[in-house]
């Protein structure tokens, strides 16, 4: 079994593919999308925290999924100055520039145009050819942030005999309740979501190649290649009750940039002083069954 518990130290690494392809978000009232990874947490995007979360641990090679607007994304990263986004000593009038902090210098990105309008298995289909001999790699969205323990998770997936695992969780947002109804429409409970047993697919996925089998062409990633592994018993649920936070709205945004001006912002793992965030809940593991 490979063993993924040293990938922050410079173990086992593997690549994560980022699904960049989406509409994005109207921002201030503009009638003009923005990447929604390209939306700024803070001064940064929430591409960067996520690429920085998986960095973190070890996982800096990365394969993104471009669609609406990637030219932004790649304008992004091609004009990226660590010097304006971190410390640095200038010196021998502006010859020399040491940087105190570095951000990226040791990723490498591979930018991919998957389609306008693709769907999440299709664009995960067109970048089969760069994971090529990856028997493990991770992805994600690019508009949802934690502080899950991802050796852990991954070490959970890879121990097992399923061909996909992803983070479950449970819903981040309070204004909903969950209602239990009998026949004629009497409402028989009602309770805030927090309090129930709901929990959905945070879109923190361990793959293995075998993925590529499951997903048909034209298909979306979770609808039916995740119903044919939960058939096949292939499909692991990793449970976890720490942050998780999505990043659906400008609402989304506010509370994000709110954690972050306050100090208070879990998912920066790498943070010297740790996360500044309470102790984490251990992983758990939930098989999604058919």
């Known amino acids: 079994m490979v063993s993924f518990e040293e990938s922050g130290d410079g173990g086992n690494r593997v690549k994560v593919v980022l ?54 994304i790649k304008e992004f990263f091609l004009s990226y100055n660590e010097a304006l986004t971190n410390d640095f000593v200038f010196a021998n009038g502006g010859a020399e520039i040491q940087l105190i902090r570095s951000d ?15 769907t999440v298995g299709e664009r995960l289909a067109a970048v089969r050819p760069y994971l090529a001999g990856e028997d493990v790699f991770l992805a994600t969205y690019g508009d ?35 209602v239990d109804a009998d026949e004629n429409g009497l409402v028989t409970d009602i309770r805030n979501i ?42 692991l649920a990793v449970g976890y009750d720490g942050f998780w936070a999505p990043m659906d709205t400008l609402k989304d945004k506010a509370l994000l940039d709110s954690l972050l001006e306050r100090g208070e912002a879990p998912w920066l793992v790498w943070e010297p002083d740790g996360d500044g965030a309470p102790e984490r809940p251990d992983v758990t593991t939930h098989v999604e069954g058919g």
């Not at 298909?219 to 499909?235: A, N, T």
Request: net charge negative; with cysteine; charged share 25%.
């Open 104 to 118: 990226i210098h040791d990723w490498r990105i591979t930018f991919v145009d998957t389609g306008r309008r693709a």
């Open 144 to 178: 949802g942030v934690t502080d899950a323990p991802l050796p852990d998770v991954i070490e959970t997936v890879v121990s097992r005999d399923v061909t996909a695992g992803f983070l479950s969780v449970r819903p981040s947002t309070y204004s909903f309740h969950t």
């Open 194 to 235: 927090a309090s129930s047993n709901v929990r959905i697919n945070a879109g923190f996925f361990v793959f293995r190649q075998e993925i590529f089998d499951a997903i048909h062409p034209g298909e979306d990633l979770v609808d039916g290649p995740f119903r044919r592994l939960i058939d096949d018993e292939k499909l």
């Open 19 to 72: 699904f960049c392809g989406g509409l994005g978000l109207r921002m201030d009232g503009s009638s003009e999308r923005v990447p929604k990874p390209m939306v700024p947490i803070g001064t940064r995007p929430i591409l960067w925290h996520i690429m920085k979360y998986y960095a973190h641990f070890g996982h800096n090679d990365f394969v993104v999924c471009l669609g609406h607007r990637g030219e932004a």
